[in-house]
Nanobody
Framework: QIQLVESGGGSVQSGGSLRLSCAAS????????IGWFRQAPGKERELVAR???????GYTDSVKGRFTISRDDPKTTVYLQMNSLKPEDTAVYYC????????????????WGQGIQVTVSS
């Protein structure tokens, strides 16, 4: 059974840092790209960072220079280091495998984990 479990969220003040972890099981993580997504209240879920099986990374413009995605395949875990957090980063964060279609990355699996809440106060 494929599982992706997020952890490491919490509440911080603006300018603070958090590191999220995505623990994968039930599939060969090293063969897949993984993305971190987030969904803020009243907004659609968006991809904020992704890392391919070859460790190539990409970020949405709003987090470039502040967030870093990395992976530790032997530990079957993908991380998202978030620095210089802003109130607009407040959201529920999710991880999912990703697929590349027509130049864009999309979630591979239709089911999502519970996600992890990140709250940034001003």
């Amino acid at each position: 059974q494929i599982q992706l479990v997020e952890s490491g969220g919490g509440s911080v003040q603006s300018g603070g840092s958090l590191r999220l972890s995505c623990a994968a099981s039930g599939f060969s993580l090293e063969r897949y790209g993984i993305g971190w997504f987030r969904q803020a209240p009243g907004k659609e879920r968006e991809l904020v960072a992704r890392i391919t099986a070859g460790h190539s990374t990409g970020y949405t413009d709003s987090v470039k220079g502040r967030f870093t995605i990395s992976r530790d395949d032997p530990k079957t875990t993908v991380y998202l280091q978030m620095n210089s957090l802003k109130p607009e980063d407040t959201a529920v964060y999710y991880c999912n495998a990703v697929r590349l279609t027509s130049g864009d990355y999309y979630p591979l699996y239709n089911s999502w984990g519970q996600g992890i809440q990140v709250t940034v106060s001003s």
